[in-house]
Nanobody, 126 residues
Framework: QVQLVESGGGSVEAGGSLRLSCTAS????????LGWLRQAPGEAREGVAV???????NYADSVEGRFTISRDDAKNTLYLQMDNMQPEDTALYYC????????????????????WGQGSQGTVSS
């Protein structure tokens, strides 16, 4: 059974940092396309970062230069380092994995990935 378990959410002031973790069991993250998606209340889902098998990364314009997606194969864990956070980054963040690399950045509709974490809240106060 595949499980993605997230940790690391919390509350920070504007300009602060959070690091989200997503540890997999029953699934090898290095064999998959990985990503982070967020959803704020009343807003559409937004794909914010993608890490492909070969190691290439892509980011939504809204987080480019502030967020970093990475993977630790020894720990089978995916990370999202979020720096210089702003109030508009307040959202529920989900990690995701899929054998098919079809994750898009920006506004998302429909299926984005096959496996999902449970979600981690990130809250930024001004």
């Amino acid at each position: 059974q595949v499980q993605l378990v997230e940790s690391g959410g919390g509350s920070v002031e504007a300009g602060g940092s959070l690091r989200l973790s997503c540890t997999a069991s029953g699934y090898t993250l290095s064999s998959a396309c990985l990503g982070w998606l967020r959803q704020a209340p009343g807003e559409a889902r937004e794909g914010v970062a993608v890490l492909k098998r070969g190691g290439s990364t892509n980011y939504a314009d809204s987080v480019e230069g502030r967020f970093t997606i990475s993977r630790d194969d020894a720990k089978n864990t995916l990370y999202l380092q979020m720096d210089n956070m702003q109030p508009e980054d307040t959202a529920l963040y989900y990690c995701a994995a899929d054998h098919v690399c079809g994750m898009t950045l920006g506004s998302v509709s429909g299926r984005w990935a096959w496996y999902w974490g449970q979600g981690s809240q990130g809250t930024v106060s001004s």
